[in-house]
């Protein structure tokens, strides 16, 4: 949509009319030449242009220029899309907001839009009040500075229940004058018409609503095993899919994602339920059910125990199967039970395998030593066992100390009001305030004719939680371990008391969580106790820990009114826990209806867009296009066109996979056109760096002095570069250098089988003679040992090396170490007489070990001077120079082999030839 | 107290070396340059003083007694006079141009043009010292000398900087009579000068040959666009509107020059050779060294 368009500066528009003088200026100026230095001008004096095509601008960058310059007039112009055409306003301004969880969805929008429009009351000198309706001010709204309430607006947060009653509150606003405006959540509720009319009897009312409906969420309720959930919406209108996520901890305590089901609204229903079949291990994790995406609490309902089912095993003492089921001692529990629990019948072993929550004895007397070991291990682990009296339990004989009843026990029981008792049947006494049934009200219809009855005990008094009128025990409890052991003194069917057939049978069990809430609570269920919030809602949805809030009567919990005092959450009792969610189970949702006076606004305003900005960039790109294409048209673009055009080769190139072939082939062109001397890559930068540099020193002497024209040295990656290229390998030691692998150790074996020559390089030759341990020289050993080396001697003063190009007798570098270590003479080596070397036929050393340092007494700079300084003063460049003469003797032997010392066969060979 | 550290001792003698550098560099190139020549005896192949053996001729009258070879009179009845090749030095005059138009090249990779004749000249020095000619440098009227000390002098007097004048001209004036010389320039300015020294030198019997260096830039003429074209003084310019339209006439001029050179040099006896910054320097070692050796031969 585009709506009108402004402009801040219209005036500047006129400079528009200059666009058609500039391009007739333009179309006369052309582009300015290039400047060029070029000798052979000289040939081109008096030659003239045949054609002269450039001296004008081309039409199409003309128009790029208008077009740019045309951009930037407009855009300085400061035109504005949709401007704001507001009419101030005047008089007090009143502002409500719902604030409740419906409003939490779109709460940013919401501020957002009260602050456009406090600013405007700003702008217009207006007073203004903010009011929340679930958090209202005692007295009225107060009606303040723009400034003042605009510092407030941040603070202002949506909460996690709707509005109260409002009648009392509304009438502080009769017989003022204000204009109104409501941000609606869009539900309606009752008391909002009576506000209304009083706002629209104080002046203008406009109401703020977002279009778009609001959801919620039912509490979770059983139906035959299944969890049954009911999502609610405000609108029914279209058909719309939602995703509803079941969340709770894993094993091991992360919340996540128990269960993610599909939710289906269709065209024009308002509610939609949704059944999910978990099973039972992840149903009794699960914390909450949340509508996915749905920013707000309604949208959340948390789970409590309703929706654990607890295992419980019965067992019962008597087996005989011909009685009745009324007659049955568990028909009564299973009743009870059934509803809400997951009853094992099993023997007691296999019962206690599965590991129940609690288990019930019906008139079971005697149990075996074993089983009794492993049911008292149980129960101190946590486990709850229930026992109730009977026949059996009554004849029974009982150890004193048996762990397994929670008093001691009289043996026979008695008879009371019974067809031949003298007395009247016994009536409950009224619950205690420390017993878990207080608050529980008494029927006056339960009636007990028989019991079994506890032996006086100083403790019974306090392990009693349920007595008969006469003050015998009715139920005894006591702790064993972490669990307990609870005894009903009656049996379970109606043969000894009525109690089984009342309601209070079941709220008895329930209290003590060996069942669980079956449906809503009542004032009467929750009477006396005190309840503490756990985990909170905001309006949000999002759960948060609540440790300080102040425990809440169980009767409040029971009336769910949520408020200040009692926001929804899971909310724990003596031992269970109760939810209290946003939304009822009986709560829906309807859109709120307003009076015809009103004004409805949505939540979004189109706001006023200015155009400056995109217009002058489109400018900024439009000249620098321009500034290419001059450059283009004026032939300057030619070295970065070679650039771009490299850089597109390498593009090309680079990913393709022939690539390395190719890279090894083009070295080992490099490699064997001329001779090359080679380092060994120690991946140390500076070493790497020396080697390179010493190399290409030697190789430039060796240019300058010898017939040995070398070209620039290449480091080798023992890995995978091919050795077989070249004649001399240096290799540094340093102490960090990584130990090639076997691959690359049996090509270095090859390397020195078929002639190459490695030289050692320790570097060490100042701080110790070879074989003294320093660093580097245990490094050498360490790397040499896999290498095929033969024995090995300092150079003899016979040697070829001291001889091949020029005489020596030293082998300095940077150190001036003697021991530089060469392939030992064969044993039979003799000296002919009157020579002055020893006959030593054929073979270059495959090796030279020392630690002199000779790449830096090599190393050359570009200019052809020495980079390193070696020695002192004048004895320093003679050291310097043999060192020089020492690399040239090492290439010519490793080139030329062992020539020299042919040359001691010079005469014999003339004696044989001629005469 | 001055304290501008570029003229500090020790910044001087930094630039001063780093210059120096540069002398022994040169020589250095030329005479790896002259090492691809494999210097054979050049004599004059005609008999005349000098130590090798050329032939023998019978005794004639007039021949002086000691003159005869008795040793090869004794084999035959006649006397033989034992004549030996004509080993006469010769001198050559080297011209390199100095012009400013000289420094120029058209790649970074290059040389530039007044390097690459600087190398090419030292060079031949070098072969014609080992040859045992006498060489000199016309540039500053070294007269023509041999030895060590003749090259290390040339090769000082070709590292002085480039003249003030776009485009250098050879002198003839301190050509000697009857001796060889070689001129190398782009030859790129007025043809008239550089014509009228040749004819002088060829009137004063001077032979030799002419080696035009040129960039490879200047033989192409890749220049595209509205171009401003300068001297490398910056004294002249020349515009153009469309570079690229202009570059059939340029090379057409190119060739008429090389052509008016070439006419020159045939009728003058003289050499020509044009040679290009990006091809080996060996190619025009060679060529020249050839050049001079047959030269020689008349």
New interface residues.
């Given amino acids: 949509m585009i709506g009108a368009i402004a402009f801040s500066t219209p005036l500047l528009l006129t400079a528009l009319i200059a666009l058609p003088i500039l391009w007739w200026l333009l179309r006369a100026v052309p582009p300015s030449p290039i400047r060029r230095r070029f000798p052979g001008i000289a040939l081109l004096f008096g030659l003239r242009d045949d054609e002269n095509q450039t001296d004008k601008t081309p039409w199409w960058l003309l128009m790029l220029r208008m077009l740019a310059l045309a951009a930037a007039i407009i855009g300085f112009a400061g035109p504005v899309l949709n401007p704001d055409e507001r009419v101030p306003g005047r008089g007090n301004l009143l502002v409500i907001m719902d604030g409740s969880w419906a409003s939490a969805r779109d709460w940013p929008a919401r501020i957002d839009r009260l602050e456009g429009i406090v600013a405007d009351a700003g702008r217009d000198a207006r007073p203004v009040a903010v009011v929340s309706l679930t958090d209202l001010p005692p007295e009225g709204p107060v009606f303040q500075t723009a400034d003042t309430v605009q510092a407030a607006i941040g603070g202002l947060q949506p909460n996690p229940w709707a509005a109260g009653d409002l009648s009392g509150w509304a009438e502080t606003l009769d017989g003022q004058s204000f204009e109104t405006i409501w941000f609606s959540d869009g539900l309606a509720r009752e008391g909002r018409e009576g506000l209304s009319n009083i706002l629209a009897d104080a002046g203008v009312v406009t109401v703020i609503e977002s279009p778009r409906p609001a959801f919620a969420l039912s509490p979770a309720r059983f139906e035959d095993g299944d969890i049954v959930l009911t999502a609610h919406r405000a609108i029914g209108a279209g058909a719309r899919e939602m995703v509803l996520v079941a969340l709770g901890p894993d094993p091991s305590g992360a919340e996540q994602v128990l269960a993610r089901e599909l939710l289906e609204f269709e065209e024009g229903a308002v509610t939609t339920d949704l059944t999910l079949a978990l099973p039972a291990e992840l149903r009794n994790r699960v914390r909450r059910f949340e509508l996915e995406g749905i920013r707000s609490a309604g949208a959340v309902t948390l789970s409590d125990d309703s929706l654990k089912r607890r295992e419980i095993a019965l067992l019962a003492g008597r087996e005989d199967s011909e009685a009745t089921d009324l007659l049955s001692p568990l028909y009564y529990l299973n009743r009870a039970l059934v509803p809400t629990a997951d009853l094992i019948e099993a023997p007691l072993v296999d019962a206690l395998l599965a590991s129940p929550d609690a288990i019930i004895f019906a008139d079971i007397a005697t149990v075996s030593t074993a089983e009794a070991e492993r049911l008292t291990a149980w129960i101190e682990d946590g486990g709850m066992l229930v026992r109730f009296a009977g026949p059996r339990t009554a004849a029974a004989d009982f150890d004193p100390d048996d762990p397994l009843l929670p008093v001691r026990l009289r043996a026979g029981g008695r008879s009371v009001g019974g067809a031949m008792s003298w007395g009247e049947p016994k009536r409950l006494r009224p619950f205690t305030q420390d017993s878990p049934f207080f608050g529980l009200s008494v029927p006056d219809d339960i009636e007990v004719v028989s019991q079994v009855v506890a032996e006086p005990d100083p403790t019974l008094a306090e392990r009693t939680i349920a007595s008969l009128a006469d003050g015998t025990p009715l139920v005894t409890r006591a702790a064993l371990g972490e669990g307990q052991v609870i005894l009903f003194h009656v049996t379970a069917n109606a043969e000894w008391s009525t109690l089984p057939l009342s309601g209070l049978f079941v709220q008895m069990l329930e209290r003590l969580a060996i069942s669980t809430r079956p449906a809503d609570l009542s004032a009467e269920d929750l009477a006396g106790t005190v309840w503490t919030a756990e985990d909170v809602l905001d309006a949000f949805g999002t759960v948060r820990r609540a440790d300080t809030l102040a425990g809440v009567p169980g009767e409040k919990i029971a009336a769910a009114e949520l408020g200040p005092l009692m926001p929804p959450g899971l909310y724990a009792g003596d031992d269970r826990r109760v939810a209290l969610n946003v939304f009822g189970r009986d709560d829906t949702l309807a859109p709120a209806q307003w009076p015809e006076t009103v004004t409805i606004e949505g939540m979004t305003v189109t706001e006023p867009l200015p155009l400056m900005g995109p217009l002058l960039s489109l400018s900024l790109v439009l000249l620098i296009i321009d500034a290419i294409a001059s450059l283009w048209l004026a032939g300057r673009l030619r070295p970065m066109r070679g650039a771009v055009a490299v850089i597109a080769g390498l593009a090309l190139f680079a990913p393709q996979t022939g690539q390395a072939q190719e890279d090894s082939d083009i070295r080992a062109l490099e490699a064997t056109a001329e001779v090359v001397l080679a380092y060994v890559e120690t991946g140390e930068g500076q070493l790497d760096r020396l080697s390179r540099e010493g190399l290409s020193g030697l190789s430039q002497h060796l240019f300058n002095r010898t017939s040995v024209e070398p070209a620039e040295p290449l480091g080798v990656d023992l890995e995978t570069d091919e050795l077989s290229f070249f004649p001399l390998i240096y290799w540094p030691i340093s102490e960090r250098q990584p130990t090639p692998s076997a691959e690359a150790y049996a090509k270095l074996n090859r390397y020195l089988r078929s002639g190459g020559m490695i030289v050692f390089d320790t570097r060490d030759g100042n701080i110790g003679g070879f074989g003294s341990s320093t660093a580097e020289a245990r490094k050498l050993q360490e790397l040499a040992r896999p290498l095929d080396i033969p024995a090995l001697e300092t150079i003899p003063i016979d040697h070829v090396l001291t001889r091949t190009f020029y005489l020596l007798q030293d082998f300095p570098g940077r150190h001036t170490s003697r021991e530089v270590w060469v392939e030992a003479a064969p044993a039979d080596a003799e000296q002919v007489e009157g020579l002055p070397f020893r006959n030593l036929n054929d073979g270059v050393t495959p090796i030279l070990i020392g630690g002199n340092d000779w790449a830096s007494a090599w190393a050359l700079d570009a200019r052809g001077l020495p980079l390193y300084r070696v020695g002192r003063g004048f004895g320093g460049e003679r050291q310097r120079e043999l060192a020089i003469r020492f690399g040239i003797n090492l290439v010519m032997h490793v080139l030329t082999g062992n020539y020299k010392s042919d040359q001691v066969h010079v005469p014999a060979l003339l004696d044989r030839l001629g005469n | 107290m001055n304290t501008d550290p570029a003229s500090t001792p020790a910044s001087l003698r930094h630039r001063a070396?780093?210059h120096a550098?540069a002398y022994?560099?040169l020589l250095?190139q030329a005479e790896?340059l002259a090492a691809t020549v494999l210097l054979g005896d050049h004599g004059r192949r005609r008999a005349g003083m000098g130590d090798e053996f050329w032939q023998y001729r019978p005794a004639e009258q007039g021949d002086g007694l000691r003159m005869i070879d008795w040793r090869r009179s004794a084999r035959s009845d006649a006397h033989f006079v034992r004549q030996k090749e004509w080993q006469a030095a010769q001198s050559v005059m080297l011209w390199v141009d100095d012009g400013l138009?000289?420094t120029?090249s058209g790649g970074d990779n290059r040389p530039s043009?007044g390097h690459r004749a600087r190398v090419l000249a030292l060079a031949l020095a070098v072969l014609l010292n080992k040859g045992g000619e006498r060489f000199g440098l016309a540039n500053r009227g070294t007269p023509p000398r041999r030895g060590e000390a003749q090259l290390q002098r040339i090769a000082g007097h070709l590292m002085a900087p480039a003249g003030e004048a776009?485009?250098g001209a050879p002198n003839a004036r301190v050509l000697p009579a009857g001796s060889r010389a070689v001129f190398l320039s782009?030859f790129?300015?007025?043809p008239s000068e550089t014509i009228a020294t040749l004819t002088r030198a060829a009137d004063r019997g001077v032979k030799g040959a002419l080696v035009q260096v040129l960039?490879p830039?200047?033989e192409a003429?890749p220049?595209?666009?509205?171009?401003?074209?300068?001297?490398?003084s910056?004294g002249?310019?020349?515009?153009?509107?469309?570079?690229?339209?202009?570059k059939n006439?340029?090379l057409d001029?190119?060739a008429e020059?090389k052509a008016q050179l070439k006419e020159v040099t045939r009728r003058t006896g003289w050499q020509f050779h044009t040679h290009h910054t990006d091809q080996a320097a060996t190619k025009a070692i060679l060529w020249l060294f050839g050049t001079l050796d047959k030269g020689a031969m008349r």
């Fill in positions: 070396e780093a550098s022994p560099a250095a790896h138009s000289m120029f043009k776009d485009y782009d790129l300015g007025d960039d830039d200047e003429f220049y595209d666009g509205r171009t401003v074209f300068e001297t490398m910056g002249q310019s020349f515009e153009t509107l469309k570079a690229s339209g202009l006439k340029y001029r190119l020059r």
